[in-house]
């Protein structure tokens, strides 16, 4: 109905039309899970006998596969954390982030990838965590107090990782947390 133009807020809802509002939104969401799992067929015969504890671990298993799928996608079709993506082997909280902060000053400044250059040294080289662990020349002598020579001659993204990556505590919670926290 129209007053002037305007259109009259709908009647509120009595408690059965809500309970059933309730109830259709709730079966179109469990319809959804079955289908997206795959077990769309148990959806349409719901009157088999089937092992409810075993569907649930079905169900658990496939929406978290499905979640970490789409995290890695979302991460390798993101211009954000290039270097995370090189090392990011399993879905998690990899050990190192307990002891660093990622370079992202420029992102969040809206600065292109490509003008994000270390701030320590005029090589003109992108201030990411790769060239500030591994090469920035103006902490070299830290550097060379805390890490071992095989990570930061010759530095390679196989390194790095092994370093990222590492579950040592003597190099990850002393000897990366100290150099990261004299830079």
Not at 28 to 37: E, P
Not at 84 to 95: D, L, Q, T, W
């Amino acid at each position: 109905m129209k007053i002037l133009g305007w259109r009259a807020p709908p009647p509120p809802l009595n408690p059965r039309m809500l309970m059933t509002v309730i109830i259709i939104l709730e079966y179109n969401v469990y319809r959804y899970i079955f289908n997206s799992c795959g077990l769309s067929n148990l959806w349409q015969n719901q009157g088999q006998n089937v092992n409810a504890k075993l569907i649930s671990c079905i169900i658990r298993q496939n929406l978290q596969d499905q979640f970490i799928q789409q995290r890695y996608n979302d991460v390798n079709n993101s211009s954000k954390g290039q270097v995370y993506r090189i090392f990011k082997r399993s879905f998690g909280m990899e050990n190192y982030l307990k002891v660093l902060s990622p370079v992202e000053t420029g992102r969040l400044q809206g600065k292109p990838l490509g003008e994000r250059f270390c701030t320590l040294c005029n090589n003109c080289q992108i201030g990411d965590e790769f060239h500030y662990i591994l090469e920035c020349d103006t902490i070299q002598n830290i550097r060379k107090c805390f890490l071992c020579n095989y990570y930061f001659q010759r530095p390679n993204v196989i390194k790095f990782t092994e370093l990222m990556s590492t579950h040592n505590e003597t190099i990850l919670k002393i000897k990366l947390h100290v150099y990261c926290e004299n830079l």
